[in-house]
């Protein structure tokens, strides 16, 4: 119980951190990036699918591919960038403290990896990865999807994954 409530209270202080850090990026024009990754489960490379999108200076940029395209081992291949409301920005940064923790399906294998990072110029500022797979996770891993909704929903993935 006291370990619960220690957890809860790095919470909080964690996000009023992020809040503060963050109160100045209300534009789309700042030095803060926003980036969603998306890892599907390990299949064949013809149909294992990833996507990162990132988004900064009021442009959302999306890389969709095979294995090595998030971490930019390999080439996507499809690229595509579009410009963003201050709406979504705004969106995006007011959503960063409803995120959920990390989170690790233990034991599982054949999942899909979730994760959004915020840094500025400087520093990493938040960045939580969630592992599904099966049932475990997926309510968090919906929440990271729901999160850059405002922003993925501009592209087509499935026609750039093509």
Known sequence: MAAARLRL?????????IATMLVGCTST???TAITYSFVGSSVAPAYHTEYRIDVRDGRATIRVGSYGTVDETESPRATESKKISDKQWRSLIGGLDRLPSSADAKGCTG???FRVT????AKTLLDTTVYACGDANQAKADALADFIKPVSSMFDIEALRS
């Open 111 to 113: 999942g899909s990896t």
């Open 118 to 121: 915020a840094a500025d110029e």
């Open 9 to 17: 209270a790095a919470a909080i202080g964690l996000t009023g951190i």
């Open 29 to 31: 024009e700042s030095t």
